[in-house]
């Protein structure tokens, strides 16, 4: 089972990085007014590189973990998939605007006449703004979508445990699909960062 989490976490860093990484690199192009493709792919690659390597290396769950302990926000409530998206906009984002941005920023200096390159700051200022709200839609929409899939893909329900049993539950039980008879909404199926606990 262990093995079978550590391929979900695996694959839902792979999807939710080439996800944020495309619709960021393709936002930042767009917004800065002269979109070209080699632009656009360039911002695409590295940004994909850097999503996958924090994706891999940041203990999102412990990070969420804590902070939600602290603000005593309940299980299975908007409120913590709200937060838990806002915490890993704020980890992935800024990185990934910030080299995108430094990027493209030595492009224009490289290609640009002199004294017409806009200041550092204020591209950086005005992308960071952008990116965050796009980034906290994106993980927010395509977090839950990419985990029903994942974990279909794998054969696994969630709320269920290693022998298809809910997890301190009996079958038929609330956590079994369902919630005080209500079906489960996408806040109830575990973050990215939630599948970090299995590994």
Do not use: W
């Not at 690199?25 to 656009?40: A, D, E, K, P, R």
């Not at 920023?105 to 796009?134: C, D, E, N, W």
């Amino acid at each position: 089972m262990d093995k079978k989490m550590k391929k979900i976490s695996m694959e839902m860093s792979v999807l939710m990085g080439v996800t944020l990484s495309f619709f960021l690199s393709l936002t930042g192009n767009i917004s800065s007014g002269h979109f070209t493709f080699m632009g656009f792919l360039s911002s695409f690659i590295v940004s994909l590189i850097i999503s996958l390597i924090i994706g891999f290396l940041v203990p999102l769950k412990k990070i969420t973990d804590s902070l939600v302990e602290k603000l005593h926000l309940e299980p299975y409530k908007l409120g913590k998939h709200l937060f838990e998206a806002f915490i890993s906009d704020l980890i992935y984002t800024p990185v990934i605007t910030l080299c995108m941005v430094t990027l493209a920023y030595m492009m224009t200096a490289r290609h640009a006449p002199a004294g017409q390159v806009p200041p550092f700051g204020a591209m950086l200022g005005k992308s960071m703004i952008l990116s965050m709200a796009v980034g906290y839609l994106l993980i927010f929409i395509f977090t839950p979508l990419y985990m029903k899939l994942v974990f279909k893909h794998n054969g696994i329900t969630p709320g269920m445990g290693p022998q298809g049993r809910p997890d301190g539950a009996p079958m038929g039980g609330p956590e079994n699909g369902q919630r005080n008879g209500a079906p489960m909404d996408p806040s109830d199926f575990p973050s990215q960062s939630e599948l970090e606990d299995k590994m």
